[in-house]
């Protein structure tokens, strides 16, 4: 006898699996960004290490431990939203997933302000992106939000398969 949760596993899981490794992904370029490519291509011809002392010299501050905390925070739900993948269907985890990918983009801006200035502050130039990874990383976030709506009109007309198609192994989509 299966249940609802056994019936689920195999597809959750797999959904889940690489969901995680995209929100653990977008947060990676994301830190590289903020703390190493966006400096970099700032103030082009200096050495990150130069970058920082200046930054500090400057009494400012590039603000890493914020920066990591911030980011790490879709991770860290990911990982949390991976132990309860088995509980729900695949279009809840993609639609768990999708969002902190959305939300990765605010969390972006929000660990990228106080370096950003700081290297405006230290070198009087705009603080914005420098380096295109930001826009990639925006862009990311605006896919996300797109599919999150798709799988939330696909779930409201009904497009989950019925409990029989799972229990046949039919399930076509995703």
């Keep these: 006898m299966t249940n609802r949760t056994t019936e689920r ?14 929100v653990v992904a977008y947060a990676v370029v994301a830190v590289l960004q903020v703390l190493v490519l966006n400096p970099l291509s700032a103030v082009p011809g200096r050495p990150l ?8 010299a400057a009494g400012e501050s590039m603000h ?21 993948a088995r509980e729900s269907s695949r279009l809840v985890v993609a639609g768990w997933y999708l969002t902190l990918v959305a939300f990765g ?5 929000w660990a990228s302000f106080g370096p950003g ?25 605006g896919l996300a939000m797109v ?15 019925s409990k029989s198609a ?3 192994g039919r399930t076509g989509g995703i």
Aim: glycine share 12%; hydrophobic share 50%; proline share 4%.
């Design 166 to 168: 799972r229990s046949t």
């Design 64 to 84: 890493v431990g914020f920066v990591i905390f911030v980011l790490a925070l879709g991770p860290a739900i990911g990982v949390a939203l991976l132990r309860r």
């Design 147 to 161: 599919a999150l709506l798709a799988v939330a009109a696909g779930r409201m007309k009904g497009h989950e398969p």
């Design 117 to 141: 200035m700081a290297i405006a502050d230290t070198y009087l130039i705009g603080g914005g992106d420098s380096s295109a990874w930001g826009y990639v990383l925006y862009a990311s976030s």
């Design 49 to 56: 290490g130069q970058i920082y002392a200046d930054v500090e």
């Design 9 to 22: 596993n195999p597809w959750t899981v797999r959904v889940a699996v690489v969901g995680t490794t995209a």
């Design 105 to 109: 983009a605010p969390a972006y801006f």
